[in-house]
């Protein structure tokens, strides 16, 4: 990428082919794809996901199962 050109960041698309140009200088091909990937979207309902696992839980509770996990590393 030339780095003399001033990029509209209001264009997204301008702005996505130039970041993407970035990343493959700086990593590669490979490590440009592998870096992309780890911003899937995902899917599922996260705030029902959370609702269920949280339900009835304190703010002791989930203090308590953070020290217990850090015990555990």
């Given at each position: 990428?030339?780095?003399?050109?001033?990029?509209?960041?209001?264009?997204?698309?301008?702005?996505?082919?130039?970041?993407?140009?970035?990343?493959?200088?700086?990593?590669?091909?490979v490590?440009?794809?592998?870096?992309?990937?780890?911003?899937?979207?995902?899917?599922?309902?996260?705030?029902a996901?959370?609702?269920?696992?949280?339900?009835?839980?304190?703010?002791?509770?989930?203090?308590e199962?953070?020290?217990?996990?850090?015990?555990?590393?």
């Amino acid at each position: 990428m030339n780095t003399d050109t001033t990029i509209d960041y209001r264009n997204h698309n301008l702005l996505r082919k130039a970041g993407i140009e970035a990343l493959t200088d700086a990593l590669g091909p490979v490590g440009m794809a592998c870096f992309i990937r780890q911003f899937d979207k995902g899917g599922g309902d996260y705030t029902a996901e959370r609702e269920k696992l949280l339900v009835g839980a304190t703010m002791d509770d989930i203090f308590e199962e953070i020290k217990r996990r850090k015990k555990t590393k």
